[in-house]
Protein backbone atom coordinates (compact mmCIF):
# COMPACT_ATOMS: atom_id res chain seq x y z
CA UNK A 1 0.00 0.00 0.00
CA UNK A 2 0.90 3.43 -0.89
CA UNK A 3 -0.16 6.41 1.29
CA UNK A 4 -0.13 10.01 -0.22
CA UNK A 5 -0.08 13.59 1.61
CA UNK A 6 -0.97 16.90 -0.27
CA UNK A 7 0.35 20.14 0.73
CA UNK A 8 0.99 23.68 -1.02
CA UNK A 9 -2.62 24.89 -1.63
CA UNK A 10 -3.22 28.30 -0.99
CA UNK A 11 -4.73 31.90 -2.13
CA UNK A 12 -3.08 33.72 -4.99
CA UNK A 13 -3.98 35.80 -7.11
CA UNK A 14 -4.02 35.13 -10.72
CA UNK A 15 -0.54 35.22 -12.48
CA UNK A 16 1.12 34.11 -9.30
CA UNK A 17 2.54 30.59 -8.74
CA UNK A 18 2.48 28.10 -6.76
CA UNK A 19 4.29 24.66 -5.82
CA UNK A 20 2.55 21.49 -4.15
CA UNK A 21 3.98 18.66 -3.05
CA UNK A 22 3.15 14.71 -2.45
CA UNK A 23 4.90 12.98 0.04
CA UNK A 24 5.07 9.26 -0.43
CA UNK A 25 5.01 6.39 1.95
CA UNK A 26 5.07 2.62 1.91
CA UNK A 27 6.11 0.52 -0.65
CA UNK A 28 6.94 3.62 -2.84
CA UNK A 29 9.00 1.39 -4.92
CA UNK A 30 6.83 -0.16 -6.42
CA UNK A 31 4.99 2.90 -7.54
CA UNK A 32 5.24 3.32 -11.45
CA UNK A 33 3.36 6.50 -12.25
CA UNK A 34 2.59 9.77 -10.14
CA UNK A 35 0.21 12.55 -10.96
CA UNK A 36 -2.04 15.16 -10.04
CA UNK A 37 -5.73 15.31 -10.88
CA UNK A 38 -7.79 18.08 -9.81
CA UNK A 39 -11.81 19.02 -9.57
CA UNK A 40 -13.02 22.20 -9.87
CA UNK A 41 -16.01 23.79 -8.27
CA UNK A 42 -19.09 22.01 -10.53
CA UNK A 43 -16.47 20.40 -12.56
CA UNK A 44 -15.66 16.51 -13.40
CA UNK A 45 -12.46 15.55 -11.89
CA UNK A 46 -9.52 15.81 -14.94
CA UNK A 47 -5.89 14.47 -14.96
CA UNK A 48 -3.46 17.48 -14.71
CA UNK A 49 0.07 16.25 -15.14
CA UNK A 50 1.68 12.36 -14.76
CA UNK A 51 5.53 11.36 -14.32
CA UNK A 52 6.11 7.89 -14.92
CA UNK A 53 9.02 5.86 -13.83
CA UNK A 54 11.02 6.96 -16.48
CA UNK A 55 10.61 10.54 -16.09
CA UNK A 56 8.45 10.91 -19.16
CA UNK A 57 5.55 13.19 -18.47
CA UNK A 58 2.69 14.22 -19.50
CA UNK A 59 0.47 17.26 -19.23
CA UNK A 60 -3.33 18.27 -19.73
CA UNK A 61 -3.91 21.15 -22.55
CA UNK A 62 -4.77 23.83 -20.31
CA UNK A 63 -1.37 23.49 -18.32
CA UNK A 64 0.83 23.19 -21.02
CA UNK A 65 3.52 25.63 -20.88
CA UNK A 66 2.76 26.94 -17.47
CA UNK A 67 3.14 24.00 -15.00
CA UNK A 68 5.96 21.08 -14.35
CA UNK A 69 5.92 18.15 -12.64
CA UNK A 70 8.60 16.31 -11.26
CA UNK A 71 10.14 13.45 -8.77
CA UNK A 72 12.25 13.31 -6.00
CA UNK A 73 12.76 9.26 -5.27
CA UNK A 74 15.27 9.91 -2.64
CA UNK A 75 13.01 11.96 -0.79
CA UNK A 76 9.20 10.19 -1.87
CA UNK A 77 8.07 13.35 -3.02
CA UNK A 78 6.48 14.60 -6.22
CA UNK A 79 5.80 17.92 -6.94
CA UNK A 80 3.66 20.12 -9.37
CA UNK A 81 4.91 23.33 -9.85
CA UNK A 82 2.44 26.10 -11.43
CA UNK A 83 3.11 29.38 -12.83
CA UNK A 84 0.63 31.81 -14.67
CA UNK A 85 -1.87 30.66 -12.58
CA UNK A 86 -5.31 31.13 -14.18
CA UNK A 87 -8.73 31.86 -12.18
CA UNK A 88 -10.19 28.64 -13.74
CA UNK A 89 -7.16 26.26 -12.56
CA UNK A 90 -9.42 26.76 -8.49
CA UNK A 91 -9.74 23.50 -7.73
CA UNK A 92 -9.19 20.77 -5.49
CA UNK A 93 -5.88 18.88 -6.42
CA UNK A 94 -5.53 15.35 -5.58
CA UNK A 95 -2.25 13.55 -6.05
CA UNK A 96 -2.54 10.01 -6.87
CA UNK A 97 0.43 7.15 -7.28
CA UNK A 98 0.13 3.75 -9.53
CA UNK A 99 1.35 0.30 -8.72
CA UNK A 100 0.21 -1.67 -11.41
CA UNK A 101 -3.50 -2.30 -12.99
CA UNK A 102 -6.50 -1.61 -10.61
CA UNK A 103 -3.93 -0.60 -7.67
CA UNK A 104 -3.66 3.46 -7.72
CA UNK A 105 -3.69 5.31 -4.48
CA UNK A 106 -5.17 9.01 -4.12
CA UNK A 107 -4.26 11.29 -1.58
CA UNK A 108 -7.07 13.44 0.17
CA UNK A 109 -6.34 16.60 -2.02
CA UNK A 110 -4.97 20.63 -1.34
CA UNK A 111 -7.18 23.42 -2.20
CA UNK A 112 -6.19 25.85 -4.46
CA UNK A 113 -8.18 29.01 -5.17
CA UNK A 114 -6.87 31.48 -7.92
CA UNK A 115 -8.44 35.49 -7.69
CA UNK A 116 -9.37 37.20 -10.66
Known amino acids: QVHLEESGGAFVQAGGSLRLSCAASGSTFSINAMGWYRQGPGKQRELVAT???????IFADSVKGRFTISRNSAKNTMYLQMNNLKPEDTAVYFC??????????WGKGTLVTVSS
Open 51 to 57: VHSDSST
Open 96 to 105: YAVLGPGMDY
